[in-house]
């Protein structure tokens, strides 16, 4: 049987709560904080529940809780406050506290029974599952470790240190082409498509992860074969329709071969991401041969970009308050966005019009 303990200062009150839970339960009393306190420190492991009178002499029942917080008691044991006040100000503390419900006097025995008996299951049930996350998370702090571990042998092997380096090589090809449409552009209409190029390599424990997620083995072939953004590169254009003329630009090119294309601008995410996607297959010429290699390609616009960086430390950033508030206000702040960068887009062509007629 599960052992409550019930302190108040009035006898009659310990021996009606006796009463109603005997049956059920070993009910042990105190007739004070003090008392109270001394049976917690010797048997605080054996107790189920605590029911506690808030007002008694020399040491009152907040004083019991602020022991029991200090010693980490309440973790273990459900509080009930005995109490023939019903002033929310006070129930509010006690609850902010960490109380976990109020029998209030008059007592009636079916209610009494009820509230103890719902309050160890729940407190029960909340500590399993407080102690189920608490191993799956150790579960998954272990096996990013042993992925970290494996992830680093990875990165000493030379087979794998080669492909990094033809995926390197893949990232200064497609930098290198779409500079020289830059630059070509920019000579023909006195203006540049894009604003900036921003590429990164995928880290050796990002790669692992990715084949474990897939259920493929780790191996270079696998690397090759199942994950097409491991060279990335993202092309930052001021306008939406200079976007579209850059991809044209660059798929006209007759030894670049498009893999997979996923059009986000015209066919935009539920949170409202908006990017053009291409994946690529791009020639590099190696010392001793030529060769295929997969690149992703990422086109958005300048406002978008700032977008999706807030978007991203959402993502990943952990403890954020007020997730669906947010989510919900990038999701406005894309809608505004789309709308600016088309608006922005005729003034641009009224003036690019307006210049053609002065010509």
């Not at 306008?239 to 090119?253: A, S, T």
């Amino acid at each position: 049987m599960q052992k409550i303990l019930v302190v108040d200062d009035a006898e009659i009150n310990r021996e009606l709560l006796r009463e109603f839970l005997e049956v059920d339960y070993i009910v042990e009393t105190a007739e004070n904080g003090g008392q109270a306190l001394a049976v917690l420190r010797a048997q605080h492991g054996e107790i189920s529940a605590l029911l506690l009178d808030l007002h008694m002499p020399h040491t009152d029942g907040f004083a019991v809780i602020e022991q029991m917080r200090k010693q980490g008691w309440m973790e273990s044991i459900p509080v009930l406050i005995i109490s023939s006040e019903h002033a929310v100000e006070a129930e509010n503390k006690c609850f902010e506290l960490g109380v976990s419900d109020f029998i209030h006097r008059p007592f009636v025995d079916s209610i009494v029974k009820n509230r103890v008996r719902n309050t160890i299951e729940l407190f029960n049930c909340k500590n399993q599952l407080e102690r189920k996350i608490e191993k799956q998370s150790e579960t998954l702090r272990r096996q990013e470790q042993i992925i970290k571990i494996q992830a680093e042998q990875l990165s000493t092997a030379e087979s794998f240190n080669r492909l990094m380096m033809e995926y390197r090589s893949v990232i200064m090809e497609v930098e290198t082409r779409l500079k020289v449409l830059n630059a070509m552009f920019s000579e023909q209409y006195k203006r540049n498509p894009f604003e900036s190029i921003k590429s990164r390599l995928k880290k050796p424990e990002s790669i692992y992860k990715k084949l474990v997620r897939k259920d493929c083995p780790v191996t270079v072939e696998n690397i090759k074969e199942h994950i097409a953004d491991v060279a990335g590169l993202r092309v930052i254009c001021s306008f939406p329709d200079d976007i579209y003329r850059l991809e044209k630009l660059l798929l006209k090119q007759d030894d670049i071969i498009l893999l997979k294309k996923k059009d986000y601008i015209k066919n935009p995410k539920s949170n409202g991401y908006r990017s053009l996607h291409l994946i690529l297959s791009v020639p590099v010429f190696l010392p001793d041969e030529k060769k295929y290699m997969k690149a992703e390609v990422q086109f958005r616009t300048i406002a978008m970009d700032f977008w999706g960086s807030l978007e991203h430390k959402l993502k990943y950033k952990k403890n954020i308050n007020n997730t669906e508030e947010i989510e919900r206000q990038l999701k406005a702040c894309a809608d505004s966005i789309e709308a600016l960068d088309y608006q922005m887009q005729k003034i641009r062509d009224k003036i690019d019009q307006s210049e053609g007629e002065c010509l």
